[in-house]
C-alpha cells in the first residue's frame, strides 16, 4: 500500500491517456524485440571508438530487424492508432518533428 501511496502523483494522469497510448505503454513485447538485437549486437562488438561507430552499430541492429523493408507496412497499421492518439494528446509534437 505504501508503494501505492508514494507513486500516487505519477500513475493519476496515466488512466487519462486514451486507451491505445495506455496499450502501447503498458506493452513491453515491442520494445524488448527491438532492445534484444541491440543488446546482443553491442555486446558482440565489445567497445567503439567513437559514437559514430556505436550509432552505426546500433542503425545496423535495427535494419537487420526487417531486411526487405516490408515490416513498416505491418507496423505502421498496429501503431497508427496509438500514433495518431499520441499526436493528439501531445498537441501534435510528434507530427511536427516527422517534418
Known amino acids: ?7 500516487w502523483e ?4 496515466f488512466p487519462r491517456f486514451h486507451t491505445e497510448i495506455r496499450r502501447i ?3 513491453t513485447d515491442a520494445i524488448e524485440s527491438v532492445n ?3 543488446g546482443r549486437a553491442v555486446k558482440a562488438r565489445g567497445h567503439f571508438p567513437n559514437e559514430q561507430a556505436a550509432l552505426k552499430c546500433v542503425y545496423m541492429a535495427i535494419m537487420s530487424l526487417d531486411p526487405t523493408g516490408k515490416g513498416q507496412a505491418r507496423w505502421t497499421m498496429r501503431w497508427k492508432a496509438a500514433l495518431n492518439a499520441f499526436d493528439i494528446t501531445f498537441d501534435g509534437r510528434l ?3 516527422r517534418q
Open 1 to 7: 500500500m505504501k508503494l501505492w501511496e508514494n507513486a
Open 10 to 13: 505519477e500513475f493519476i494522469p
Open 25 to 27: 505503454v503498458c506493452t
Open 36 to 38: 534484444a538485437p541491440i
Open 95 to 97: 507530427s511536427a518533428a
